[in-house]
């Protein structure tokens, strides 16, 4: 005989636990399943293990997506407000890092732990680790045949999150989910990852692995996925294959492979005035000059990459070779070869398309009693809690509505 129950949520991930306590806090008889050994992983390894839960500043206009404005209901009714008051009520100590980023003070596992309790009160039955070998819909409902026995369930919540970090579990089942049921789905591609470089474009770079230095960063259409333009200033990592940290993960989400991203290293500074105007009055080597602004090793590859000599006297160059130089500075348009893929994504772009999905439910138009949440859906929020504040939030949605 199946198991009945209210709803079933598949995932229990943020946004799958999320929805799962919500749901059975109303009342509503849950079991919430997933195929992993360890309790949601991503939140675990998050923040460098301290779980940066939520961003004070997240609004709709801080995500990507096909239909940008699908976001804004959930967001509107679940606030970054609203979960540090969860997080007050289980006494967790947390602290704001950079621009609105809101950490644990001690681990990721209080988040986790959290949520557990959340759905204890809702008295959630758990199904893990538990594979789901087929979901079926029928009059009243799902038949989901599972390798721990069948479950039959009126509402059918999917939450299993996108392809980024497989070694964590990842998998594509929310997508066969959809397609199973006719929706279509937004294809997905790393997002929040480092781009790569190859061939002689990054050769004189490739040795400048391990240099940081905050930068501004654009994408050169001016548009990106959702009509948004790409601009973001925050610091860049050079790495042994290309280009990281925080800049790069900001602006990956919004690259088109094929196209370039425009660097501006010295974003305080015209490079080519200032070097112009320093001509009669500084009798250095143009090397010595950049290194004054720039880390050393940046300035001479820089040099060395645009075919100047660093041991060449600033005094003896022409203004519009200056000018060139500053071009390479404030404006470097690179075009990355590619991405370091799933495996360093932090997040999944694309995902099922919300005009399949109410906004306000986060259930499936065509699809009585299905719900898409989470990274599952074509919803992806920038580096720095905004993701997780976007399951928060459409978890929520769906357990008010399940």
């Known amino acids: ?15 799958g636990m999320m929805a799962a306590a919500v749901a059975g806090q109303r009342g509503k008889r849950v079991v919430l399943i997933d195929h992993a050994e ?3 992983e991503k939140i675990r390894i998050s923040g460098g293990g301290r779980c940066n839960f939520t961003n004070v500043n997240a609004s709709h206009q801080n995500y990507l997506s096909e239909n940008p404005h699908f976001c804004k209901s959930a967001l509107s009714r679940y606030t970054a407000q609203d979960f540090v008051v969860l997080v007050k009520k289980y006494r967790i100590a947390h602290h704001e890092k950079h621009r609105g980023q809101l950490f644990c003070t001690e681990s990721a596992e209080q988040i986790i732990d959290m949520l557990k309790s959340e759905c204890l009160k809702g008295e959630v039955a758990w199904r893990m680790p538990c594979k789901i070998e087929s979901i079926e819909k029928f009059e009243d409902g799902f038949f989901i045949a599972t390798d721990h026995g069948d479950i039959e369930a009126a509402s059918v919540v999917i939450a299993t999150g996108g392809l980024s970090i497989p070694k964590i579990g990842a998998t594509d089942f929310g997508y066969r989910i959809a397609t199973q049921f006719d929706l279509k789905v937004i294809e997905p591609r790393p997002g929040l990852v480092p781009l790569t470089f ?5 050769e004189a770079f490739a040795p400048l692995a391990g240099i940081a230095l905050e930068v501004e960063v654009s994408t050169s259409s001016g548009k990106g996925k959702g009509g948004k333009k790409g601009f973001f200033r925050e610091d860049l990592l050079f790495t042994h294959r290309g280009l990281s940290g925080p800049a790069i993960l900001q602006i990956s989400s919004y690259w088109q492979p094929g196209t370039p991203i425009v660097l501006n290293l010295l974003p305080e500074m015209d490079v080519a005035e200032e070097l112009i105007g320093s001509k009669t009055t500084v009798k ?13 090793r940046l300035a001479e590859g820089l040099l060395v990459a645009n075919g100047f000599a660093p041991d060449a006297r600033l005094a003896d160059m022409a ?25 360093k994504a932090e997040v999944t772009l694309g995902g099922v398309d919300t005009r399949e999905l109410s906004q306000q439910t986060m259930m499936a138009n065509k699809v ?22 976007w399951a ?9 509505s399940v």
């Not at 190859?198 to 990054?202: A, E, F, I, Q, R």
């Not at 719900?371 to 504040?389: A, C, H, K, M, P």
């Open 368 to 389: 009585p009693g299905l719900y898409f949440i989470g990274e599952s859906v074509d919803v992806t929020g920038w580096l720095g809690g905004y993701n997780f504040q």
């Open 284 to 296: 250095k080597q143009l090397g010595n000059v950049l290194s004054q602004w720039l880390p050393g």
């Open 38 to 40: 360890k309790l949601a």
């Open 392 to 400: 928060w939030a459409s978890g929520f949605a769906a357990g008010q």
């Open 198 to 202: 190859d061939g002689p474009s990054w």
């Open 1 to 15: 005989m199946a198991k009945q129950f209210d709803v079933a949520v598949i995932g229990a991930g943020a946004a």
């Open 319 to 343: 203004d519009a070779k200056l000018r060139k130089l500053g071009d390479a500075i404030n404006r470097w348009a690179i075009v990355p070869t590619g991405s370091e893929g799933y495996r």
